[in-house]
């Protein structure tokens, strides 16, 4: 379903699963992917705070079974964080100034993978989020920590994980849609003010980067290497 609004942004809620990725042998690194669900003005008060951490709570079960014990050694899931986001692209606020529409679970979940990481930090797996709108402003993307999986000798994940990962974030999404019924779905949100439903997820094979994490990323320097000037 495609449901024009308008242009400019579109009110919805922002559910975000955090974590970090890396141990005490490595400098940690915060990771955050995020999915949008479609919303009107007045779903600002639909749920209680109480009801969106008990949603926060359920989509952090299902994220940490269906990615997080698939992702390499060292990825962790910390928290679910819901945000009911304006059409002005802000948090509402009540009249004694807290957020409204916004709840968040906290829990530490480490995958179920061990021993050496077998990929560097800056690593995703990247999901394909299709709708039934035409051309790139109807499709999104989930950006995922790194598999646990081997890459082939083509260097690239084998069909089987791809189809996994495929078959999972639809799960979770399933789950966010459940979570927010009736009328809320998970859709991607066109700048042009258009929100498209997410019908089906698709996960290509090559494993690509995830810009975004780098400034999350403890740095670490060599020392100075002194360059020789002629003439000093």
């Given at each position: ?194 929100q498209s439903e ?35």
């Amino acid at each position: 379903m495609t449901s024009p609004v308008g242009p400019g942004r579109t009110s919805h809620f922002l559910v975000s699963f955090l974590g970090t990725f890396g141990d005490a042998n490595a400098p940690l690194e915060r990771w955050q992917t995020s999915l949008r669900v479609n919303a009107i003005p007045a779903d600002a008060t639909a749920f209680t705070a109480a009801q969106l951490v008990a949603k926060a709570t359920t989509l952090h079960a299902s994220f940490a079974t269906n990615i997080i014990n698939i992702s390499q050694a060292g990825t962790s899931l910390t928290a679910v964080d819901i945000r009911f986001i304006g059409a002005n692209g802000l948090q509402p606020r009540d009249t004694q100034g807290a957020f409204q529409g916004a709840g968040r679970y906290e829990q530490n979940l480490g995958t179920t993978a061990s021993g050496t990481p077998l990929y560097p930090f800056q690593i995703a797996v990247v999901a394909s989020l299709q709708t039934a709108r035409a051309g790139a402003r109807g499709k999104g993307r989930l950006f995922l920590p790194p598999p646990f999986y081997i890459l082939d000798s083509s260097g690239r994940l084998s069909v089987a994980n791809v189809a996994t990962y495929a078959g999972r974030v639809s799960t979770i999404i399933n789950a966010v849609n459940t979570e927010f019924t009736p009328g809320r779905r998970v859709s991607v949100m066109s700048t042009w003010g258009v929100q498209s439903e997410v019908t089906s997820v698709k996960v290509g094979k090559v494993l690509d980067t995830h810009r975004s994490r780098r400034t999350s990323q403890l740095e670490a320097y060599s020392p100075n290497s002194a360059v020789a000037l002629p003439g000093a």
